[in-house]
C-alpha cells in the first residue's frame, strides 16, 4: 500500500523560503508521477508542481515558475518541493500526490490515486 506522509511546513514571512518533504513508501515508484498540490481556504485543491520518478522531468503551474522548485532524492523515497519568494496567496495545506504515470503533465486532481495527509504553510506579510 502506497504511502505518503509530508513534513516540512510552517510559519513565514513573505519573501521567506520553506522546503517541503513527502516521504513515500509502499512500492518501488520507478513508474510514478509525484506531485504538490495547495487548497487555500474556501478553495478547491490545485496543481503545484509535478515530477517523474524515473526521468525527474517537471511541470508547474505558472503561478509558481520561478519561485518553487519539485525534485526526488530516489535513494530516500521523498521528493521536495523548494518554496522561494514566498506570497501570503502561498497559504494552504500542501498535499503531496502521486499516481503511475511516465508523464509529469498531470494537473488534475482526479488524475492522482494516492494523497498524503497534507502540511500548513502559513505567509504572512
Known amino acids: 500500500q502506497v504511502q505518503l506522509v509530508e513534513s516540512g511546513g510552517g510559519l513565514v514571512q513573505a519573501g521567506g523560503s520553506l522546503r517541503l518533504s513527502c516521504a513515500a513508501s509502499?512500492?518501488?515508484?520507478?513508474?510514478?508521477?509525484m506531485a504538490w498540490f495547495h487548497q487555500a481556504p474556501g478553495k478547491e485543491r490545485s496543481f503545484v508542481a509535478s515530477?517523474?520518478?524515473?526521468?525527474?522531468?517537471?511541470y508547474y503551474a505558472d503561478s509558481v515558475k520561478g519561485r518553487f522548485t519539485i525534485s526526488r532524492d530516489t535513494a530516500k523515497k521523498t521528493v521536495y518541493l523548494q518554496m522561494n519568494n514566498l506570497k501570503p496567496e502561498d497559504t494552504a495545506v500542501y498535499y503531496c500526490a502521486a499516481t503511475f504515470s511516465y508523464s509529469a503533465v498531470l494537473f488534475r486532481e482526479g488524475s492522482y490515486r494516492y494523497w498524503g495527509q497534507g502540511t500548513q504553510v502559513t505567509v504572512f506579510s
Open positions: 515530477i517523474t520518478w524515473n526521468t525527474g522531468t517537471t
Open positions: 509502499g512500492s518501488t515508484f520507478d513508474s510514478y508521477c
